[in-house]
């Protein structure tokens, strides 16, 4: 099984429409982390989590927010959806003690 | 703050040949650098890290990557191209220092799209 898992992996919906990004992860990292790739800007980060009680906006932050539910779920969600939120979403965690991450297989969201 | 910059956004080459991907960055400390492959439709895989200890590292797949501090660079070569090689490559850039702004935080570059011809 995956060690980090991101649901839906597809998904279109309507400007204006909430969506909900979910990442789970079996890691067992406390470190939380979302991200957009766009082509030609590589990933740029959205918000991040160093523990369950610790939130924090990454460079694009405006538009998303996030909820970390327990240690191992972290959601991202775009409270009303917009054209140019279409992307491809990565959920990724790291331990306390490294700077690797680990990254899910990604979701992507068009928004029509 | 940190940046990374990679030189080239598609890079092609022939099976056999040699793979060299550029990767430059910029940092108030000696960083931590990485490089990752995105193959299609799949999410990021760590490819290999420095972490200060021998500068030249060497990661999976044959890949290796020198840390040159006076270069700036961190470039990611490989000897010999293979069909199974084309992906999408991204290097990033961390701070070290625990308690550092940037610390378990990382900043991508753009990324490189390696093409490989038979």
């Known amino acids: 099984d995956a060690d980090v898992t991101q649901t839906p992996r597809n998904r279109i919906t309507k400007t204006g429409k909430r969506i909900m990004l979910e990442c789970s992860q079996t890691k067992g990292h406390d470190r939380m982390y979302w991200y957009r790739q766009d082509p030609g800007l590589g990933l740029r980060l959205i918000y991040y989590?160093?523990?369950?009680?610790?939130?924090n906006k990454g460079e694009i932050s405006d538009g998303y927010s996030v909820s970390r539910q327990a240690q191992a779920k972290f959601s991202l969600s775009l409270e009303s959806a917009i054209p140019n939120q279409t992307a491809l979403y990565f959920c990724?965690?790291?331990?306390?003690?490294?700077?690797?991450?680990?990254f899910g297989p990604g979701t992507r969201l068009t928004v029509l | 703050a940190q940046s990374v910059t990679q030189l080239g956004s598609h890079v092609s080459v022939s099976e056999g040949a040699l793979v060299l991907l550029r990767c430059n960055y910029s940092?108030?400390?000696?960083?931590?650098l990485f490089w990752y492959v995105q193959y299609p439709n799949q999410g990021l895989q760590l490819l290999l890290k420095y972490t200060s200890a021998a500068t030249l590292v060497k990661g999976i797949n044959g890949f290796e990557a020198e840390f040159k501090k006076s270069e700036t660079s961190f470039h990611l070569t490989k000897p010999s191209a293979h069909m199974s090689d084309a992906a999408e490559y991204f290097c990033?850039?961390?701070?070290?220092?625990?308690?550092?702004?940037?610390?378990?935080?990382?900043?991508f570059g753009q990324g490189t799209i390696l093409t490989v011809h038979p």
């Open positions: 989590s160093f523990d369950v009680k610790d939130i």
């Open positions: 990724a965690t790291s331990a306390v003690s490294g700077n690797e991450q680990f």
């Open positions: 990033a850039v961390s701070d070290p220092l625990l308690g550092g702004t940037s610390y378990g935080k990382l900043t």
């Open positions: 940092s108030s400390v000696p960083p931590y």
